[in-house]
């Protein structure tokens, strides 16, 4: 019931255009959805969460919409940049204490120029 | 602006052997995880640690890992005998409070490789 499958796995998109990344779990006890940027060699960092109780979160290029009834939730990039190319991880967590986060499979972004 | 270290960046070491790979939390977060990513594979979550004790584990935290906060500063993740699949990189993060939105920051890792 922890499982989060991403999608997709991996994503092309031209500069400028907009990348959009999903994210499906199964865990109804979730009820925090942050999306982690990752660039090689370093460790996850956080891009922008969102809360149960909303329904989009928009910071910048970058937006959030979840959809509590289907367990999904999505990341949107607009005008993507060269700069964000870099592997995306949905990473929800519930609140039980502990808080740890179960990490998506990923998503490699490659923004061509 | 505060940060997670991880020392060392890279370890090589030989199966069998013992391990100990250092986190430095950022200084007023009060819960500590450690999670494991193989190579080309999502990140897993191996422990959590509050108030000197382990909050939570995963299957993969098994007898081989143990956790300390020797120093109040420090925070270590030991592998008592290292195996082949152990080879990862290590990632240590730190949250301030218990609250359910509260953000976790991660180190840069330590690449771990056993031969």
């Known amino acids: 019931q922890q499982q989060v499958k991403q999608s997709p796995q991996s994503l092309i998109v031209q500069k400028g255009g907009i990348s959009i990344i999903n994210c499906a779990y199964e865990n109804t006890a979730f009820d925090y959805f942050p999306w982690y940027q990752q660039f090689p060699g370093k460790g996850p960092a956080l891009l922008i969460a969102?809360?149960?109780?909303?329904s989009e979160k928009k910071e910048g290029r970058f937006t959030i919409s979840f959809n509590k009834s289907a367990k999904q939730f999505s990341l949107h990039i607009m005008d993507s940049q060269p700069g964000d190319s870099a592997t995306y991880f949905c990473?929800?967590?519930?609140?039980?204490?502990?808080?740890?986060?179960?990490f998506g499979t990923g998503t490699r972004l490659t923004v061509i120029p | 602006e505060p940060e997670v270290t991880q020392t060392p960046s890279h370890q090589v070491t030989q199966m069998g052997q013992e391990v100990i790979l250092r986190c430095v939390p950022i200084?007023?977060?009060?819960?500590f995880y450690w999670y494991r990513q193989i190579l080309g594979q999502k990140v897993e979550f191996l422990v959590s640690?509050?108030?000197?004790?382990?909050?939570?584990k995963s299957e993969i935290f098994d007898d081989q890992f143990s956790v300390e906060r020797p120093d109040g500063s420090n925070f270590t993740l030991k592998i008592r005998s290292t195996k082949l699949e152990d080879s990862a990189m290590y990632f240590c993060?730190?949250?301030?409070?218990?609250?359910?939105?509260?953000?976790?920051?991660f180190g840069p890792g330590t690449r771990l490789l056993v031969l």
């Open positions: 993060a730190s949250r301030n409070t218990g609250g359910p939105w509260e953000t976790q920051y």
């Open positions: 640690f509050y108030n000197n004790e382990i909050s939570e």
């Open positions: 990473a929800p967590s519930a609140w039980t204490g502990a808080n740890n986060l179960f």
């Open positions: 969102i809360r149960p109780d909303v």
């Open positions: 200084s007023n977060h009060l819960y």
